[in-house]
């Protein structure tokens, strides 16, 4: 194989990404590597370097996969470091692309768990080389040997083969790295062809516009190069190309086959740079794009309103530069009669939102309130119409409902065998149909159910999380549709529905989401001059009602004696001017109780904590 001069050699070249559950020591063990290849000084180490956000620093957790360039050995090793939450599969789905081989990390302490799980498939979907490794091996409650065990009956290898670190102590990094130079193949694609890359990231930078992320397959690209986008069609020239060595490092020879780096052409538009997009030569393009991958489906959506209206055009540009960073982030204009203007937004979760509604607050100084999180329904009317529904608004009132379906995942959870009549009961109570139960050792379980997605999206993981003592992990996909008893409860205040309120829910919790937030809006709704009630609706039926109690004045004040009949008259008066009032008078809901009784007290909450 052809390469031209300067150029690295291709088989020099390793390919690799991290995986694991979350908190298992991803980003730990990326410092070990950068600091032991020597290409982050000493003075400038700091703890998960390659999580860049503050968000993900102060959570512990990696959002964004990162890439960055390490010399071992004479050989050249491309390292992406991946998020773990169930949330950023996309993220890792995205990584596995651009690589051949994937350390597989394990945490001796906890052992396997469902991301773990569910990344491993992934990676064999994608064909690559599965380096199994146990971390933190140093903590006291370590059990290499068992979990060894484990993880071999996995992946179908030798309990020996298993390879053990720390990346806090940093022993068994530098084996790691010998054994991924031996094991992982080197990138194999055509010097002299066309030139193909896969993009599989893009970030804004305020000052140069997008930096598009790229994994050069066949031939060369170079600086000050006309390039062609092949799914846009869009041409733009290269103003700087290079390497990621954690820092940025132009590459003045230009990237060859197998190499890992970016582009920047100067390009505003941040449509323009598609991830799974391919990248070709303008002057001699290649004929077949390179298989991208599939578009992330959002599974749970909510309405984003920005508490001063002004702020909307700020939103929607504000959104526009984090759908670059972000390729899973879709969104629509909506608007709400009691919250304004605003956008339906689609995210992969509940961990998801919670961070994309960060992010929008503190990189761009929004003030934000997002609405109940929904899943998509697909309503079937009588007369054989069809309606897909996002928002509780769409939910068909007039017309007779046919069938109403809803999104179901399959899940997985593993958990020590002690939990398992707890975790049975959650489950069954959240409506969900058990698939089967593996034991992955004497006591270990895989217990494997389908739900709706509607009943995970809420408080399922805390739920889980708390009845299991912390030790369960879960992880779900997409798995179809089925139909469901579902019916729309509708808040009314003083007779009128407050559509931000109204929520899609099972016929059997109905009656216990319309006393729920009735309760609640009568403790945050401010009390008027006159009674207000609030009233939980099916349509037409009233389910539940708690009344708010008017303010009085004290109009028998001037009244110090006298007759009774006095006072009557005057409690008379009151009454008929508090009927008037109410007629004409117009409840107002303060933006503050509408965030209090909208915001969810969800699994993504409890990551802060």
Known sequence: MRTQPGQTDPALIRNFCIIAHIDHGKSTLADRMLQITGV????????????????????????????VRLPWDGHVLNMIDTPGHVDFTYEVSRSLQACE???????????????????????????????????????????????????????????SDVLKVSGKTGEGVRELLDHVVATVPAPVGVADAA?????????????????????????????????LMMSTNATHETL???????????????????????????????????????????????????????????????????????????????LDKLQLNDAALVYEPETSAALGFGFRVGF??????????ERLEREFGLSLISTAPNVVYRVVMEDGKELTVTNPSEFPTGGKIAQVFEPVTKSTILAPAEFIGAIMEICQGRRGQLLGMDYLSEDRVEIRYTLPLGEIIFDFFDQLKSRTRGYASLDYEPAGEQEADLVKVDILLQGEAVDAFSAIVHKDKAYGYGVDMAKKLRELIPRQQFEVPIQAAIGARVIARENIRAIRKDVLAK???????????????????????????????????????LSTDSSADKTKK
Do not use: W
């Open 40 to 67: 982050v000084e000493e003075r400038a180490m700091r703890a998960q370097y390659l999580d860049r956000m503050d968000i993900e620093r102060e959570r512990g957790i990696t959002i964004k996969s990162q890439a």
């Open 559 to 597: 009244c110090y004696g006298g007759d009774i009949s006095r006072k009557r008259k005057l409690l008379e008066k009151q009454k008929e001017g508090k009927k008037r009032m109410k007629m004409v008078g117009r409840v107002e809901v303060p933006q503050e109780a509408f965030v209090a009784a």
């Open 240 to 318: 700087e190309i290079g390497v990621i060595s954690p820092e940025p490092k132009p590459a003045e020879l230009g990237l060859g086959v197998g190499e890992v780096g970016y582009l920047i052409t100067g390009v505003k538009d941040v449509r323009q740079s598609r991830v799974g997009d391919t990248v070709t030569s303008a002057g001699k393009p290649a004929q077949e794009m390179l298989a991208g991958y599939e578009h992330p489906k959002p599974m749970v959506f909510s309405g984003l309103y920005p508490i001063d209206g002004d702020e909307y055009p700020e939103l929607r540009e504000a």
């Open 195 to 227: 030139a193909r890359a896969l993009i599989f990231d893009s970030v804004y930078d305020t000052y140069r516009g997008v930096v598009t992320y790229v994994r050069v397959v066949d031939g060369h690209l170079g600086k000050r190069e006309r390039i």
């Open 348 to 357: 992969l979760g509940l961990l998801h939102m919670e961070i994309v509604r």
């Open 101 to 159: 081989g994937a350390i597989l990390l394990v945490d001796a302490a906890q052992g396997i768990e469902a991301q773990t799980l569910a990344n491993l498939y992934l990676a064999m979907n994608a064909d690559l080389h599965i380096i199994p490794v146990l971390n933190k091996i140093d903590l006291p409650a370590a059990q290499p040997e068992k979990f060894a065990e484990e993880l071999a009956g996995l992946i179908g290898c030798d309990p």
